[in-house]
Structures are given as C-alpha cells and as structure tokens.
T-cell receptor
C-alpha cells in the first residue's frame, strides 16, 4: 500500500520556466512533509519542508504548497535552472514518526 | 558541523557472499540512524532504524541485518547475498524521530 505517491515518473521543462512537482498521500495522520533532491550516485539532500498546519512555505526559488483537503502537495521551482535536473522525492511523517517516501520524479531542465 | 560517512561507494559481490556496509556520523551524539534502499525504479524503502546503541528495528523481513555497536556507527550486513539484494543503499541520520534526515552518499551494490 503506497501511502505517498508521485504519479509522474518524469518531467521536462525549459530553463527559466516553472517546474511543478506533485505528490499525493493517503494517510490523513501525516503531519509533516518534506522534499528531497537527489543526483545520480549521491544521497538525497533536504530541500524544503512544510508542517500540516501551514499551506505554503517558501525558500528562495522553491515553494511548497499543501492542500490538506485534497491530500496533495506540490513543489514549485521558479525559475528552473539546468542544475535543478535531478530526482525529487516527496516524504511524509506519520504518527509513528517515520518518514515515508514516494518513488520520485525525474526533473530535466533543458537549456 | 555534522557529517555522515558511508562506504564503499560501489560494490560488486557474487551471490551467496557476505556483506558489510558501514556508516559513521560525526559531530553529533545519540543520533537516530537509518538504512534505506533504493531499488531500480522504486522509491526509498526503509530497512532498519536505530534510536540507540544495540537498538535495532527492522521494517521489512529480508536477508539483511543491522547492528549499532557504537553510538555513531551503523552497520548493514548479510551472511549470504541474493540477486534481489542489488540496489542503492543509503545511510541516514536524524536528530530525533520524524525530523528531517541527512543522507550519506550511498553504496551501489550489484549482486551477480
């Protein structure tokens, strides 16, 4: 049972445009959500997070939006840069304090 | 500052051989430690986590085991590797359960 879903395995955007990465979850007990970025052959690095009591968190070019009623969150990257090309993982924290990760979305930013 | 070290970076092992992957954390004490695996085309699967020395919780029944002989050392082992053990193994640490994790650079394991 996949509780955190990233339904788009890949996304391609042009440099300078907006990248929108989506994540859906099924467990209403999730209270904290995170986005990680991963380059090939490297470990994931933390990007940005959001608590369930908020609906938006912004950090530079990265903004995460949370829609609790829809059990949906998204990561916006504006403007997209070629160095943003990587796999992006969505993760959620449950009542057992463990993080559950999605399968990831490969973002390619074309120059 | 805190750092996490994981080695080796790549490993090719024959089926039936043993495995030992090591992970150490510096710059913090009593970290929560985790082993994750990313298999081809799949997400990050939690294998083991530890909240203290000698305390190991297993998430998925499997051919692997974990040990924490020291506060900042986490070891992933197997007595006999299977083909299905191939994947990218990641060690991670966190300050407390549920907080953001900091990952090591990973080990690409190929079992042939």
């Amino acid at each position: 049972d996949q509780q955190v879903k990233q339904n788009s395995p890949s996304l391609s955007v042009q440099e300078g445009r907006i990248s929108i990465l989506n994540c859906d979850y099924t467990n209403s007990m999730f209270d904290y959500f995170l986005w990680y970025k991963k380059y090939p052959a490297e470990g994931p690095t933390f990007l940005i997070s959001i608590s369930s009591i908020k609906d938006k968190n912004e950090d530079g070019r990265f903004t995460v939006f949370l829609n609790k009623s829809a059990k949906h969150l998204s990561l916006h990257i504006v403007p997209s840069q070629p160095g943003d090309s990587a796999v992006y993982f969505c993760a959620a924290r449950g009542s057992n304090y463990k993080l559950t990760f999605g399968k990831g979305t490969l973002l390619t930013v074309n120059p | 500052s805190q750092t996490i070290h994981q080695w080796p970076a790549t490993l090719v092992q024959p089926v039936g051989s043993p495995l030992s992957l090591e992970c150490t954390v510096e710059g913090t004490s009593n970290p929560n430690l985790y082993w994750y695996r990313q298999a081809a085309g799949r997400g990050l699967q939690l294998l083991f986590y530890s909240v203290g020395i000698g305390q190991i919780s297993s998430e998925v029944p499997q051919n692997l085991s974990a040990s924490r002989p020291q506060d900042r050392q986490f070891i992933l082992s197997s007595k006999k590797l299977l083909l299905s053990d191939s994947g990218f193994y990641l060690c991670a640490w966190g300050r407390s359960p549920g907080e953001k994790l900091f990952f090591g650079s990973g080990t690409q394991l190929s079992v042939l």
